[in-house]
């Protein structure tokens, strides 16, 4: 062999290395409808190794993460954008909600973008009937599936220093080997309340609007951390696994607050209370009750 | 979050009587648009007045109560309760005592 040939069959094998590391939003072209969008993303590959979680994940809220917050966004796009705003619905609005309720519409054609918030709009506004039903049961296929987090938002908090997600990347607390189901890399920053404050807190939307569904990164940063708090979003919130509890896990819920209760009866000195009673002379039947209630978690109680 | 205390006669047979305190106590967030104005949308919320229980706060909340002098036996309940939403409320602790006047 030539060194010329050499060299050139070097420059192919360089380039296609380089093509298979191009971020998926310059290499995958948009999906044009749920469907294309869900198989660019397909997640049913993943419980065939990880069961237990995709188990776990499926009981939680982040599976369920769109239509579990129509009326949220219905009234974004039908009041905020129409009627306050007397803006159209485009992707870049529509991605206010869904960059955090649905990453993966991130990799949708504008029209599909679009679309989605029609369908989000008629699901509530039709709920109970026939189209209204069919719209979310469509929008059942979008949520925060696996790579969400572990392949969109992953190095989302670094971005300059990770660059865009490798397409078909898994980025992991460990980065373990998982043969050949798919490529895996060590991400630390999955593993901190910094990933979690992406969307679970204050959002600043790419135009630079503010939109706050929940505050828990500000009270978490500004009161739990400033006092010494040490706790990650994962360490409590990762318990039950992939199912990621909180307020609507009653027994979390319980976890978090702690009630004392102190009750002192007595008897109050007749005569001495502006308050009529039946027998001026006798002694007037009282209680001191005093309650404690703890914040034991990292965030604020209530919080979104 | 809300925390309910009452008081109540049991001695008295008709449940609309036996009611002799009652008091609340609610943890929350208003949330307000620039102007100052209270909203619900999240677009429309660019602060909030913060009325909820801070990290690693513990609350303390005193109550006294003067029942009337022919008053015999009174039930103390305090409820503490999560509403996940405005609608959905859970009781998520609850104490209950029972106590029995003898003041002549």
Redesign the interface.
């Known amino acids: 062999m030539n060194v010329r040939l050499l060299f050139s069959i070097t420059q192919i094998l360089l380039l296609i290395t380089f093509l298979g590391a191009t971020p998926l939003s310059a290499s995958q072209k948009e999906a044009k409808s749920i469907d294309e969008l869900v198989a660019m993303f397909d997640e049913s590959q993943c419980m065939e190794c990880h069961e237990e979680t995709h188990s776990e994940w499926k009981n939680s809220w982040h599976s369920k993460a769109v239509i579990s917050s129509l009326k949220?966004m219905h009234?974004?796009i039908a009041?905020?954008l129409k009627k306050?705003w007397e803006t159209p619905l485009t992707k870049a609005q529509i991605m206010?909600c869904l960059d955090c309720h649905a990453p993966t519409v991130k990799y949708a054609s504008e029209e599909l973008a679009v679309e989605i918030g029609n369908m989000i709009v008629t699901a509530h506004k039709m709920k109970g009937t026939k189209q209204g039903d069919a719209a979310k049961k469509e929008l059942a296929k979008l949520n925060v599936g696996c790579l969400s987090c572990h392949n969109i938002k992953a190095g989302a908090v670094a971005r300059g220093l990770h660059g865009e997600p490798a397409p078909g990347m898994i980025y992991g607390p460990e980065g373990e080997d998982a043969d050949d189901a798919h490529e895996t890399e060590e991400l630390v920053d999955i593993t901190r309340s910094s990933f979690c404050m992406q969307c679970h807190g204050k959002y600043k939307a790419a135009d630079g609007?503010?939109?706050?569904?929940n505050?828990l990164s500000g009270?978490?940063q500004n009161?739990?951390v400033a006092?010494g708090?040490s706790q990650t979003c994962q360490d409590c919130h990762m318990k039950k696994g992939h199912t990621f509890p909180g307020?609507?896990d009653?027994d979390v819920?319980?976890e978090g607050?702690?009630?004392q209760?102190e009750?002192v009866?007595y008897?109050?000195l007749p005569g001495t209370?502006k308050?009529k009673?039946?027998?001026?002379k006798?002694?007037?039947?009282?209680?001191?009750?005093?309650?404690?209630?703890?914040?034991?978690?990292?965030?604020?109680?209530?919080?979104g | 979050m809300v925390l309910d205390v009452t008081a109540k006669n049991i001695d008295e047979k008709d449940p609309a009587k036996q009611l002799l305190f009652s008091d609340q106590k609610i943890w929350w967030e208003i949330g307000k648009d620039l102007h100052g104005r209270m909203r619900y949308g999240a677009w429309q919320i660019k602060e909030i007045v913060d009325l909820t229980l801070q990290p690693m706060e513990t609350r303390k909340e005193r109550f006294l109560m003067n029942f009337d002098t022919d008053i015999e036996t009174v039930e103390i309940e305090v409820k503490l309760s999560y509403f996940i939403n405005g609608k959905k409320g859970d009781v998520v602790h609850s104490e209950k005592k029972t106590f029995e006047y003898e003041l002549d």
């Open positions: 949220g009234n974004f009041i905020g306050e206010k609007e503010t939109i706050q569904c505050t009270s978490y009161t739990y006092q708090g307020g609507h009653l819920v319980k607050l702690g009630l209760v009750i009866p008897g109050h209370l308050k009673v039946k027998d001026p006798k002694w007037i039947p009282s209680a001191v009750v005093n309650v404690f209630i703890a914040n034991k978690t990292g965030h604020r109680i209530p919080d």
